[in-house]
């Protein structure tokens, strides 16, 4: 049973702190609705994304909330959690439930209000995906675990702070014709690399902000979308998904990611394809460095050779690989349980031809979503319908 993709819309990620995240997941999801002729009604599951709701809303249960929110209160309900990776997860259970048989119509959806809380707040909520014997309790937060990594690549590559900066400077700029990112500002190296020192050798550019936003896809099988004649905005070609230990330390190489790896061999595998026939691609940029072992991570660089994506402009709108033409993370925001879904948004756009930063001709993408410093990830493979 192949899944599709009918229809999928996001709200802008920005702070929105007079908004709650049944608000914000309703506003998606009825944005998504609007490009298709189901309705609530037809769905059989509604799967939400989100790892804070607990932790800053001090609220659980959000799977049977959103699904009553959106009037879907009689569907099947549940919230995946797999920290930044929460929406790449929530994606995959919604294919292989399709897949499986079990069910026709499945919203796939992400939320997370995070603006709620202080930054001291958000950034203990956020340690909760690292590992609190081994990391925490020795003071790393996220910045100081990805400054780890790139002074450790930094070291072992002939990479310097400049080629970071660079990938800031391309995913910046990216947003800036993004309606639904956060920042509508374009950035120079200069400005990166003279920006607030977060943790060394990593600025304030070279981090992702705090995000809040909601997005929603809804996955169907290829049965209903004959059935109901609908419109399709893509095709789920492959998914693949695969862990990672928590703590740097258990892990042979923090140059390294991994999951990601196989993650991608898997979705490879699956959808007959591989890291040349992708077209266009959406990465987890959290950091700059993350989005340079992405792109080694998922074949489109050697070792030590993905900071040249951004530097010699392949990586680009119209270089030979275009990655995160959203804005990435570091410039459409991170509501961390959602991106993974975001992503899927932004290229169903690529496919259909209607995003603003359009690739040309673009026919085959890709979705890269971490958890953590790389302890879950997903890779997605979408088709044109």
Known sequence: MVATITSGASTKYDEHPESSSRELFSEAATEAFERT???PA???AVYVGNFMG???????HMGALLADAIGAREAASIRVESACASGGATLRQAVLAIESGAVDAVLAGGVELMSLADIEHVTDALANAADEMYENEQGLTFPGIYALMAQRYMHEFDVSREDLAAISVKNHNNAVENPLAQFQRELTVEEVLESKPIATPLTLYDACPVSDGASAVIVVSEALAADRDLDTAAT???IGQSSDALALQERPSITRTPAAERAAAEAYDVAGVTAEDIDVAEVHDCFTIAEVLAL???GFYGRGEGASGAVDGETAVDGSLPVNMSGGLLGKGHPVGVTGIGQIVELTKQLEGRHPNQVAGAEVALAHNVGGSGASTTVTILGGA
């Open 37 to 39: 002729s189901l309705s």
């Open 42 to 44: 037809d769905l059989d």
């Open 54 to 60: 607990d932790l800053i809303e001090d609220q659980g």
């Open 236 to 238: 789920v070609l492959g």
């Open 296 to 298: 080694e991570a998922l």
